[in-house]
């Protein structure tokens, strides 16, 4: 059987799931995933329908000055869909690095995660953390609370990564080889080596405990959150 029309809609279908409109986008994820499982393909068909020749980049906004937690979330997600996350400290721009439409996925579900995870945090504050507290701890439970949720969601993502790999075969190196040659392009890289975090023990159960319910599968096949069982994570702080 020919599948190349479907292995083409597909494409675009991937494509459009980094739309600017989230609707849009999680529909058009969730019928490319709708036709895989129609056709029996899988993600490795479409990648083999034409070997890449060079990693593609996608940029999305951030703040000049990257907190801790956010560094945590650019790199689960770039590292659940095998690519690369740069930061750029002078424009304040995060740029994705990686083959087709992997990196297009990464940076929309690192868009997606960030605006949720701060809208559970402000709603966490606004309900547990009184106006009376002074400001420095209000900021510690805050950043405790990011630190919880994105602990969470980094380890369901390496989950749901180990379950349905990216990328298979010999296309693993492929990717690689052309994502060390985009970033080789750049220039000079910074690392940044995270320290220790002081944190408050309260503030970062709790966003643990709300990092299960943000669904890790939007924009990639619309699946709830609420019906995949995770284990809870332990804390590395």
């Known amino acids: 059987m020919n599948n190349s029309p479907i292995i083409e809609?597909?494409?675009?279908?991937?494509?459009?799931?980094?739309?600017?409109?989230?609707?849009?986008?999680?529909?058009?994820?969730g019928h490319a995933q709708r036709l895989l499982a129609e056709h029996n393909l899988a993600m490795a068909d479409i990648e083999a329908s034409h070997k890449p020749d060079k990693a593609d980049k996608v940029e999305t906004a951030v703040s000049k000055k990257l907190p801790k937690w956010l560094r945590h979330l650019s790199s689960g997600v770039s590292s659940a869909f095998d690519c690369q996350a740069i930061h750029h400290p002078a424009t304040g721009k995060m740029t994705f690095i990686g083959?087709?439409?992997?990196?297009?996925?990464?940076?929309?579900?690192?868009?997606?995660?960030?605006?949720?995870?701060?809208?559970?945090?402000?709603?966490?504050?606004?309900?547990?953390?009184?106006?009376?507290?002074?400001?420095?701890?209000r900021e510690l439970m805050r950043q405790s609370y990011y630190l919880g949720a994105v602990s969470t969601i980094a380890t369901r993502l390496r989950?749901?990564?180990?379950?349905?790999?990216?990328?298979?075969?010999?296309?693993?190196?492929?990717?690689?080889?052309?994502?060390?040659?985009?970033?080789?392009?750049?220039?000079?890289?910074?690392?940044?080596?995270?320290?220790?975090?002081?944190?408050?023990?309260d503030a970062y159960s709790r966003?643990?405990?709300?990092?299960?319910?943000?669904?890790?599968?939007?924009?990639?096949?619309?699946?709830?959150?609420?019906?995949?069982?995770?284990?809870?994570?332990?804390?590395?702080?």
Do not use: W
């Open 9 to 29: 809609k597909i494409k675009k279908l991937l494509a459009l799931a980094n739309s600017g409109n989230e609707h849009e986008a999680a529909l058009a994820a």
């Open 99 to 137: 083959v087709g439409a992997d990196v297009q996925i990464a940076a929309y579900t690192f868009t997606y995660l960030d605006r949720t995870v701060r809208k559970l945090c402000g709603i966490y504050m606004k309900q547990h953390v009184g106006s009376t507290i002074p400001n420095r701890h």
């Open 159 to 201: 989950e749901q990564k180990v379950q349905t790999p990216v990328t298979t075969g010999a296309l693993v190196l492929v990717k690689d080889g052309l994502i060390k040659q985009a970033m080789n392009e750049i220039g000079n890289i910074r690392t940044m080596h995270s320290r220790r975090s002081y944190v408050n023990s």
């Open 207 to 237: 966003g643990q405990t709300d990092g299960t319910e943000v669904g890790i599968h939007r924009g990639i096949n619309g699946t709830s959150a609420r019906n995949i069982e995770i284990p809870p994570p332990s804390s590395p702080y």
